[in-house]
């Protein structure tokens, strides 16, 4: 069930499924290839180089060929128009489509150049370009390393190519003319490849770039690290990204995400039954994850006799004078997660302003200084609130005071209910060395890549290298649930389980975002779900309100948080 591996846990899979259940490597590599054709046909079908053969499947200009999210519904929430207005950015949205791509194809005499590298990603552009040929397109083969180089499943292609009488020609360098193209096929480099595109390879590939034509890549982009998302100079920059039996982990991390465009997942016949056995621990954060591994029930349906009681009393400690408003987003994101009751606590000074911000919220006097900041002392007056409540979050909005990681330490470790630490907190966090703390609920921390960056004390730019990884290796190590914030959120939980988030919009770069995921977690937890649970279902409803928000406003860079809480 949507599985994110790494290129080695993939190779692992394909070979049990030829050495161990049979499947002849070729049939595999039928299968891929034809898949990829589909997609091309499908593109060419939506897209249509102006045409529309079937009428009604054609996209107009602006609106979204067709990237979709799950099982066909749209998760992104966003239109080629909108990226263009915000300077290209790419979607990365996935198509997952196991069956045919439907419908005939009439593309007439649309001209396709396949890229061929040596390996069996090059095998993968063979067989598709025969598929292409047999749909009606023409179709030409460029390979980037003598044919003769070609080997085993791939080499076999390569001579059934040969046999129809497809043309090909062998790269020499010195650029490539593409006139009169529709499409190239990037079947250059897939899970083999090692480091940054060489000689010829590199060549191709920039020429590729050059060209502006739509580029669809065999299961990953080349030049992409498949493993962490990294791109190479130079990476293909893909239109569709046809990933073969299982997603990679480059294909979800930026910058992969952007080089890969909207990314279609194909079955290519090995058997999802070998996959779970292989024990995978990283998912895709789809509805059926959420459901059936993650024991969520995405309806969230509600007993017909629930009473406020029911659903839990979240206490958040959060706000002061110069930032009540973390403390106010926090609270009331909390209370549209579906929780019954919530206190929001705050340094005294602060509360009377605070009064009927938010009508439906209990406030808590946590004491404080005359600046209307936290100080030490307030830890006494959150664990006796906490001995009544159902979970505590804390962090928004509470800046630095003295003996604020001593303060931490206190909640961390006496509060006898589930813990989360977001912003300031975690900043108090990353000061101390808290694996001596004890803890025996759950905590989730739930840290941006600056945030991140202190606590694992390495660059922001090291935490975005791999962010899968580095997540995974965290929450182990600590002990904690780790959600780890941006452009696909990824989750992951102390006993190695992880998950990416691939919901949201690039207008929710906004201040105060983060605290709303905050008491959403909290508002979540406080209904009983445990610590993976109700991170990864927040960060899902949370990019998903982030959707609805941009869908409603006239430019999406225009949403503020409160419009998340809006749209939850
Ligand atoms: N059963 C299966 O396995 C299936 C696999 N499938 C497909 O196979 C793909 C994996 O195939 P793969 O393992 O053959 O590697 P692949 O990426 O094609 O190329 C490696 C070659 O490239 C070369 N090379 C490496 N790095 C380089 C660089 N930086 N710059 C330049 N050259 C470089 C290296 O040659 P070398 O330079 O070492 O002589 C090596 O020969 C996978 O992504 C999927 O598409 C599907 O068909 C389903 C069944
Ligand atoms: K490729």
New binding site residues.
């Given amino acids: 069930m949507y599985p994110i591996v790494t290129a080695a846990e ?2 692992e899979l ?1 070979r049990a ?2 050495e161990e259940l049979g499947i002849p ?1 070729i049939v ?2 039928e299968n ?1 290839g034809r898949a990829i054709a589909e997609e091309i046909a499908a593109l060419s079908r939506r897209c249509g180089q102006g045409r529309n053969p079937e009428g009604g499947l054609a996209v107009s200009p602006g609106e979204r060929p067709s990237g979709c999210f799950a099982e066909g519904s749209d998760a992104q929430g966003r239109t080629d128009a909108d990226r263009a207005a915000k300077g290209g950015a790419r979607s990365g949205g996935l198509t997952i489509r196991t069956e045919a791509a439907p419908g005939p194809v009439q593309p007439g005499a649309e001209y396709w150049i396949v890229l061929v ?8 552009g063979l067989v598709a370009a025969r598929h292409l040929r047999e749909a009606g397109f023409s179709v030409s083969l460029l390979y980037a390393a003598p044919p003769e180089s070609l080997t085993g499943e ?1 080499a076999v292609q390569r001579d059934i190519a040969a046999a129809l009488g497809v043309p090909a020609a062998v790269y020499r360098g010195g650029g490539y003319d593409f006139t009169g193209c529709a499409g190239l096929v990037d ?1 250059l ?11 010829l ?2 060549e191709l590939i920039a020429a590729a770039n050059a060209s502006g034509l739509p580029i669809v890549a ?3 982009p080349s030049g992409l690290n498949a493993d962490t998302g990294e791109t190479h100079d130079p990476c293909i920059q893909a239109e569709v990204t046809v990933c ?2 299982l997603l990679k982990r480059g294909l979800l991390q930026y910058p992969g995400s952007g080089a890969a465009g909207r990314v279609a997942l194909r079955s ?1 016949g090995i058997p999802a039954d070998l996959a779970l056995k292989q024990g995978l621990s990283v998912h895709w954060l789809a509805p059926a994850v959420l459901e059936r591994r993650l024991g969520v029930d995405p309806g969230r349906r509600r007993a017909a006799d629930g009473h406020k009681g029911t659903y839990g009393h979240v206490l958040v400690a959060a706000g002061s004078l110069p930032m009540s408003g973390a403390g106010l987003l926090c609270a009331r994101a909390a209370l549209r997660a579906g929780c019954g009751l919530v206190t929001w606590a705050l340094p005294g000074r602060v509360l009377p302003s605070a009064v009927l911000a938010a009508p439906e919220l209990m406030l808590a006097d946590a004491g404080g200084s005359e600046a209307g900041e936290w100080t030490a002392e307030s830890a006494d007056r959150l664990l006796e609130l906490a001995g009544t409540r159902d979970v505590l979050a804390v962090g928004p909005g509470i800046g630095r005071f003295p003996g604020g990681a001593q303060w931490l330490r206190r909640l961390w470790e006496e509060a006898d209910v589930p813990l989360v630490v977001d912003a300031d907190a975690l900043n108090l966090l990353a000061e101390v060395s808290y694996a001596g703390w004890r803890r025996t609920r759950p905590v989730v921390l739930t840290p941006h890549p600056g945030e991140m960056a202190r606590l694992a004390g390495i660059h922001t730019a090291e935490v975005q290298r791999d962010r899968i990884g580095l997540a995974i290796r965290y929450a182990a190590e600590h002990g904690v649930t780790l959600v780890l914030k941006g452009a696909h959120t990824v989750i992951a939980a102390p006993d190695g389980r992880a998950f990416v988030n691939t919901t949201g919009h690039p207008g929710m770069a906004t201040g105060g975002a983060g605290d709303v995921l905050t008491g959403m977690i909290a508002g979540l937890l406080a209904q009983g779900l445990d610590g993976i649970q109700a991170a990864a279902f927040a960060v899902y409803l949370h990019g998903q309100a982030g959707e609805r928000a941009a869908g409603r406003r006239h430019d999406p860079s225009s949403i503020v948080a409160s419009d998340l809480i809006e749209a939850l």
């Fill in positions: 993939m190779r394909d499924a030829t490597a595999l590599m891929a590298g040596k390996g069996n990603n090059g095998g993968d791939a079947a480099l897939g899970t083999g490849s090692s480091g940054a595109p060489r000689g390879f590199a065999a299961d990953i073969l039996a290519i």
